[in-house]
């Protein structure tokens, strides 16, 4: 079955860094586009980057310059590399997949000082 698994969320202080991973297992996965999302308290899931099955990327403007999606085949793995990180950037953030609409668990992103 189709399993997607969030890692590497955490606090940060504002400015800072932190590189999220999904990993993708019961599937073909290159084949597949990903994304990630993030969800705030007491707002809607919003979309936040896609990364296609070439490489092609697209991001949403609050993370323009700031994020950057990757993927490794090989891992079966989505990357979200979240630079300059600003307190409204608090949120659970999901990797999503295209093909299948299925949801990881999240993972707790908190940005404060």
């Known amino acids: 079955q189709v399993q997607l698994v969030e890692s590497g969320g955490g606090l940060v202080q504002p400015g800072g860094s932190l590189r999220l991973s999904c990993a993708a297992s019961?599937?073909?996965?290159?084949?597949?586009?990903m994304g990630w999302y993030r969800q705030a308290p007491g707002k809607q899931r919003e979309f936040g980057a896609l990364?296609?099955?070439?490489?092609?990327?697209t991001y949403t403007d609050s993370g323009k310059g700031r994020f950057t999606i990757s993927r490794d085949n090989a891992k079966n793995t989505v990357y979200l590399q979240m630079n300059s990180l600003k307190p409204e950037d608090t949120a659970v953030y999901y990797c999503?997949?295209?093909?299948?609409?299925?949801w990881g668990q999240g993972t707790q992103v908190t940005v404060s000082s």
């Open positions: 019961g599937y073909v996965f290159s084949i597949d586009a």
């Open positions: 990364v296609g099955v070439r490489g092609s990327t």
């Open positions: 999503h997949s295209d093909s299948f609409g299925k």
